[in-house]
Structure formats: structure tokens, C-alpha cells
């Protein structure tokens, strides 16, 4: 059994896992800003009835992100004790502007979120959900700050201690500011505000197949559909511009994502294949040719550099990105295909009377999940064999006092935890919808078409 690879198995399925959760939370956020700022707006009591249904679930979703987020960065000091040490003046500082800035001003305001109704006035509670919404995206903004200095460090230089070598910061704005930094970050908020607008499209879908809380589940239907319309849009100008910066920052990263072995040549696309690595070739593939240096660089006949352009132990495994970037980007372009299609029956006044369309809404809430998963996978696995781009691998990172036995076993115990809470959570979840929103909280003007 070995420990450095149960450590990274381990901390994949913790990360994977508690991913499920903050990008619900981002999303959902946003939406109940929207519901309830119509609410102050109208009156109209139906948007009362939405978002207070609304924040129970945001509640739950909170509580198990925090949850399963507290196991995922004990494993820095446990398993990747090198790398902690390496990161630690870069990390501390964003990791405490997270905890401090981002997180308190979420979970402190969530208290008046959730019960304070009739406790403070509406505009108090709507300033309540607006500072739970901004400090989950603040939140998040600190995350990608620190994995994005994973991706392209700037601002420190390596100083050199009795324990090893250690990164320092040099220029606070630089490290924050990376040059891939913006890209993550609004490519990532994208991918969150897609997955609480299907979460909620998918609830409101299956309610009106059920034929409960019609009048709630359509006025749920269009506010999370425009959200999905918009996030989805903006994720293509998001993705494209990250693709270019990743070009220019991690060059060995975009040759896997498109399997580009030569070592400088025009770069095809594949719409999809399967890469045979010791042959060089996307094999029971579609391409199109010279369309990613169209895409990089505005023509097809430019070069774009190949993995074969890098050492062997310096490239990352390439059939795995390539699968995972690609699902990504066909899951990607479904849900835009899919939030166009309810946009135009809604303007045709057909979109709540087609049932396949409303089933395949009520699945749709596993596309975004999907589209994140699979594109953090891109993310991390194309960085290999780096850990830090260019600083330290990841195989000089771990933890050596560590023994196989002693990882695995905390794997079978955070894996029989975790479907625990998951089991729970789906549970909870379930039950939530069942009910539907408050029976007391009666519609008493307004009419949603």
C-alpha cells in the first residue's frame, strides 16, 4: 500500500466531495437575493413564500459544506506536511483573510437569515441574505486566490530554512492578482451560479409534474432560468479566456487537454476521442482541424506548443485531462443548449406544458455538478506533476513519516462518514421538497402566467 498514493486518492475523494456543496451555496445565495428583492419590490407575497422556502434548503446545503470543508484542509498538516511548509506564509495569509472575512460574515449574518423573519424588519433581513450571498462569493474568492497561486505563483521568492525550502510573499497584491486568477475565479463563480439555478429549475420542474405549488414553481422556473441563461453565456467568455491564459501560463496542461503532442505545430480540437498515449494519437475521434490555434491565437496555421516540447517526467497524464476537460465542455454546452430551449417556449408560452422538457429539467441539476467536478479535475490533474507550477512537484510534497495502513484506514472512515452525511443530507433534502413551502404563507395578490 502506497501512502503517497492513498494520500492523493484521499484527498481527491474529500475535495470531490465537499465540492458538492459551496457552489449550491454560491448559486443559491444569489437567487435569494433576487427572490427576495422582488418580494420588497412587489409585495407580492408569492416571492415571501419562495425565498423563505428557499433558505432552508440553503441552510442545509451551508451545513454540510462547512462540514465536510474543515476534514479537507486538516489534510495540508497530515499528509502534505512539505508542501504546508512550502505554502504556509502564502496560504496563511489568504486562508485567514477566507476565515476571517468571508466565512464570519456569511455564518454571521446566516443567523438572521434563517430566523429572523419576524425579528427584524424586511430590509434588515434582505441586507441579512445580501451579506450571506456576498461572503459566499467572497469566500470563494480566497480559495481560488490560493489555488491559483498553485497554478501560476507570483509575488514570494523561495527562501531557504533549516527545514527546507518555503515561499515567502513579496508583494501581497501580486500573489493575490496571479496571472490566473480572474479567469479561475469568474469561471468558477459561472459554474456555481449554473448549479443553484438548475438546483432550483430542477425542484420547480418536478413540482409542476407533480401538479403541487404550480404558481411557485413557475415563478422558480423563470427567475433561476434567466440566472442559468446568463451564467451559462458568460461561461463560454470565461472558459475561452482561462483556455488562453493557460496557453500562455501552462502550456503542458493545454497540449493534454487537447492530447497536442507535436512539439510546435497548429494544434487540432477534438469534439471527442480516447488518446493513446504511446502511440501520440486521439484515436475513434472527431477533430477539427487547426481550430484550437484559432482559438488561442486567432489563426489556424499558428503553432501551438506540443507535450512532446516538455521533459516526459514534466508532462501530466494525458488521457485523463483530456476526458475530463471534454466532458466538461459538452456538459457545458448542453446546459446552454438546454436554458436557450426554456428561454424561447417561455417567450412562445409553451414551457411549462412540454413534459419531456420538464423531466429533462429535473435532471439537469446533476449537469452542473458534473461540469465542476470533472473541469477541478482538469484543473489539478493537468498542473501534474507540480504541485506549485514549476516549484515543487507533488511527490516532493508528502508527508514521509506516513504509512500506507495508517492512510487507507482514515479512507474507510471518511468514506463511511461521508455517506453517512450524504445519506442524511439527501434525506433532509427529500423531505424538505416533499413538504414544499409553508402551507401558512398564503398568495394574496399577483399571478404568475
Not at 499558428?302 to 456538459?331: C, W
Request: hydrophobic share 50%; with cysteine; aromatic share 16%.
Amino acid at each position: 500500500m502506497d501512502p503517497f498514493f492513498l494520500s492523493r486518492l484521499q484527498f481527491a475523494l474529500t475535495i470531490a466531495f465537499h465540492y458538492l456543496f459551496p457552489p449550491i451555496s454560491i448559486g443559491l445565495g444569489l437567487l435569494l437575493v433576487i427572490m427576495e428583492g422582488i418580494y420588497l419590490k412587489t409585495k407580492n407575497k408569492l416571492y415571501h413564500q419562495m425565498t423563505r422556502f428557499w433558505v432552508k434548503i440553503f441552510g442545509l446545503v451551508f451545513a454540510l459544506g462547512v462540514a465536510t470543508g474543515i476534514v479537507m484542509e486538516f489534510q495540508f498538516g497530515t499528509n502534505w506536511s512539505t508542501y504546508s511548509r512550502f505554502v504556509g506564509d502564502v496560504f496563511g495569509s489568504a486562508l485567514a483573510a477566507e476565515g476571517i472575512f468571508a466565512f464570519f460574515l456569511e455564518s454571521g449574518f446566516l443567523a438572521i437569515l434563517l430566523f429572523g423573519w419576524n425579528k427584524v424588519k424586511p430590509r434588515t433581513h434582505f441586507l441579512s441574505t445580501i451579506m450571506v450571498c456576498f461572503g459566499a462569493h467572497f469566500s470563494a474568492v480566497w480559495i481560488i486566490v490560493a489555488n491559483s497561486w498553485q497554478q501560476t505563483p507570483a509575488g514570494h521568492h523561495i527562501v531557504n530554512t533549516a527545514l527546507g525550502t518555503r515561499a515567502e510573499i513579496v508583494d501581497f497584491w501580486q500573489m493575490v492578482l496571479s496571472p490566473s486568477t480572474l479567469d479561475r475565479l469568474t469561471h468558477t463563480l459561472m459554474g456555481a451560479w449554473q448549479t443553484g439555478a438548475f438546483f432550483v429549475i430542477s425542484v420547480s420542474a418536478w413540482y409542476l409534474l407533480k401538479r403541487k405549488h404550480v404558481e411557485f414553481a413557475k415563478a422558480g422556473i423563470k427567475i433561476a432560468l434567466v440566472l442559468a441563461v446568463t451564467a451559462s453565456m458568460l461561461q463560454l467568455v470565461t472558459g475561452h479566456s482561462s483556455a488562453v491564459t493557460v496557453s500562455e501560463t501552462q502550456p503542458a496542461k493545454l497540449a493534454a487537454m487537447e492530447a497536442h503532442y507535436d512539439e510546435f505545430a497548429p494544434a487540432d480540437l477534438y469534439l471527442f476521442g480516447w488518446v493513446n498515449n504511446k502511440q501520440q494519437k486521439v484515436q475513434l475521434s472527431i477533430r477539427m482541424p487547426g481550430m484550437l490555434s484559432f482559438l488561442v491565437h486567432g489563426k489556424t496555421s499558428e503553432p501551438v506548443k506540443g507535450l512532446n516540447a516538455f521533459p516526459e517526467d514534466e508532462r501530466p497524464p494525458v488521457n485523463i485531462v483530456f476526458q475530463a476537460y471534454h466532458i466538461m465542455v459538452s456538459t457545458g454546452l448542453f446546459l446552454i443548449l438546454i436554458s436557450w430551449t426554456g428561454l424561447f417556449l417561455w417567450w412562445r408560452g409553451r414551457l411549462f406544458n412540454i413534459r419531456w422538457l420538464l423531466w429533462v429539467y429535473v435532471f439537469t441539476v446533476l449537469g452542473p455538478q458534473v461540469a465542476n467536478q470533472v473541469g477541478w479535475m482538469t484543473a489539478e490533474i493537468g498542473r501534474q506533476p507540480w504541485i506549485v507550477y514549476g516549484l515543487l512537484k507533488t511527490d516532493d510534497a508528502f508527508s514521509p513519516v506516513l504509512n500506507g495502513g495508517e492512510v487507507l484506514t482514515s479512507i474507510f472512515m471518511f468514506g463511511f462518514i461521508y455517506f453517512l452525511l450524504f445519506a442524511l443530507f439527501i434525506f433532509l433534502l427529500n423531505q424538505k421538497i416533499q413538504h414544499g413551502p409553508e402551507v401558512e404563507e398564503q398568495i394574496e395578490e399577483g399571478h404568475i402566467a
